[in-house]
């Protein structure tokens, strides 16, 4: 877990680098002209990856914080609605973002946990 933490680190530095290489130069990434929904989805990906990045430092330090974790992420997304109807999308977009980058590892290690339950019960148990 601690590898794919630091991975996914690595790898949202290097959007963050790319993003404000952007704003430094206003009209491209290194000569490369974008255009907007480019950057909509860019920038939902980039804060996907940082609730997945927030998510998988936190397995590391609580391994079994799965559960709170994606009730965390569920509050999230509840209360980016209050972003919509504020009429504040670039919040909504980010909570949302984050709150699905919080749900997918932590769907995945409770779905891993739930399987090896499975797997030890039934070794657990003798065939009849």
């Not at 990434?29 to 920038?43: C, D, K, Q, T």
């Not at 992420?73 to 980010?94: D, H, K, P, Q």
Request: glycine letters at 8%; proline letters at 3%; hydrophobic letters at 55%.
């Amino acid at each position: 877990m601690a590898t794919v933490a630091g991975a996914l680190g690595l790898l949202w530095v290097a959007c963050r680098f790319y993003w404000h290489s952007y704003d430094l130069y206003k009209h491209s990434y290194w000569g490369l002209v974008r255009p907007g929904s480019v950057a909509v989805v860019f920038y939902l990906f980039w804060h996907l990856l940082t609730g997945a990045t927030i998510a998988t430092l936190t397995f590391v330090a609580f391994p079994k914080s799965a559960k709170v974790v994606l009730g965390i992420a569920a509050a999230l997304s509840l209360s980016s609605i209050l972003f919509v109807i504020g009429n504040r999308e670039r919040l909504a977009l980010t909570g949302i973002a984050w709150a699905i980058g919080l749900a997918i590892p932590s769907i995945v290690l409770i779905w891993l946990d739930a399987s090896e339950k499975k797997r030890q019960l039934r070794t657990a148990l003798p065939d009849a």
